[in-house]
Structure formats: structure tokens, C-alpha cells
């Protein structure tokens, strides 16, 4: 049976590897026992192989015939998927930014116009309406900040993590 391995991922990279070269030359290519290579190659591993491992490894399917390097390959994908998904992120506090300082400009014109003499009921309902839609765009803004401050040191200093 062939188990279901992650797109992108260092696991996938070990089993195609491993494929070619086997486990136990990997294991004696690494430092490491069969056991744990084969451990590399699932999923659901939570463990990686060092640079010099996965370098030990690439090296090694070049010289069984192999083309390209799976472990490098994997990283640059993973390295690649991440970043554009960074740069999307960025993309969107940009917009949620905009989002802000058009509502609010709108519900400070609308509010102005409250104050002016003779405004009515509807001028009243209009302004309420721009400052809600203001409201409504600071709370998206304010959700995007945060998902900034999970990812990086800060975030993780605050929650007791030093990873």
C-alpha cells in the first residue's frame, strides 16, 4: 500500500529518494537507523533531516541516477508557497487599510454634514450608516493585524514560545 504523502513536503522527497537508493543506504548515508529514515518518509513525522542530511541525500540519488535534488526542491517549493502567501497577506492589509480610510473619510463627510444647520433625519441615518461601515472596516483591519503579529517573533514571545 502507498501511503498518502503531503504535496511540497520533506517526506515525499525521503520516499522518492529511498525508491531509488533505499533505506538502508540512506540510513548508513545519514547516521541514522532505517527506522528513522523511514520515519522521515511519512506525514505524519514532525521531524526533518539536517542540511547536511538532505544534502547527503540528494547527492545520494544523483549518483543512483536520479534527476534534480527532491530534498533542495522541496525546500525551494516550500520556501516559494510560503512567501507568496506572505505577499498575499501584505496584499490584503493594503486593502483592508484602504478599506479604513475610505469609510472613515465618508463617515467624517457625513458626520460634518450632520452639523450643518437644517440636516435632517436622513442626513442623520446616513452619517449613522457611513460610521457603521467605518466600524465594520477597522474590525477587518484589526483581524489582519493580529494574523501579522502570529507569525513572527513578537507574537511568539507573547505567547510563551521561543520558536
Same mark, same amino acid.
Given at each position: 500500500?502507498t501511503k498518502? #504523502? =503531503?504535496p511540497l513536503?520533506?517526506?515525499?522527497?525521503?520516499?522518492?529518494?529511498a !525508491?531509488?537508493?533505499g533505506y538502508a543506504? %540512506?540510513?548508513?548515508l @545519514? !547516521?541514522r537507523s532505517e527506522r528513522?529514515?523511514?520515519?522521515?518518509s $511519512?506525514?505524519e513525522c514532525?521531524?526533518?533531516?539536517? %542540511?547536511?542530511? &538532505?544534502k =547527503?541525500?540528494?547527492?545520494?540519488w #544523483? +549518483?543512483a541516477?536520479?534527476?534534480?535534488?527532491?530534498?533542495? $526542491?522541496?525546500?525551494a517549493?516550500?520556501?516559494?508557497s510560503?512567501?507568496l502567501a506572505a505577499? &498575499?497577506c &501584505?496584499?490584503?492589509? =493594503?486593502e483592508?487599510? &484602504?478599506a @479604513?480610510?475610505? $469609510?472613515t473619510?465618508?463617515?467624517?463627510?457625513t458626520?460634518?454634514?450632520?452639523t450643518r444647520p437644517? +440636516? !435632517?433625519a436622513?442626513?442623520? #441615518?446616513?452619517a449613522? =450608516?457611513?460610521? $457603521?461601515e467605518a466600524?465594520?472596516?477597522?474590525?477587518?483591519?484589526?483581524g #489582519?493585524l493580529?494574523?501579522?503579529?502570529?507569525g513572527t517573533?513578537a507574537?511568539?514571545?507573547e505567547?510563551?514560545?521561543?520558536?
Open positions: 500500500m498518502p #504523502r =503531503a513536503s520533506f517526506a515525499q522527497a525521503v520516499a522518492l529518494i !525508491g531509488r537508493v543506504r %540512506l540510513a548508513h @545519514v !547516521g528513522a529514515v523511514r520515519y522521515w $511519512e506525514s514532525r521531524t526533518t533531516p539536517s %542540511l547536511g542530511q &538532505a =547527503a541525500m540528494d547527492l545520494a #544523483r +549518483a541516477g536520479g534527476a534534480g535534488f527532491p530534498m533542495l $526542491e522541496s525546500y517549493r516550500q520556501l516559494h510560503e512567501s505577499r &498575499a &501584505a496584499a490584503g492589509l =493594503a483592508d487599510l &484602504a @479604513v480610510a475610505r $469609510e473619510a465618508d463617515a467624517i463627510a458626520g460634518i454634514a450632520v437644517g +440636516a !435632517g436622513g442626513a442623520i #441615518r446616513h449613522i =450608516a457611513e460610521a $457603521e466600524s465594520g472596516a477597522t474590525t477587518r483591519l484589526l #489582519r493580529k494574523s501579522f503579529l502570529s517573533s507574537g511568539r514571545a505567547r510563551g514560545s521561543n520558536l
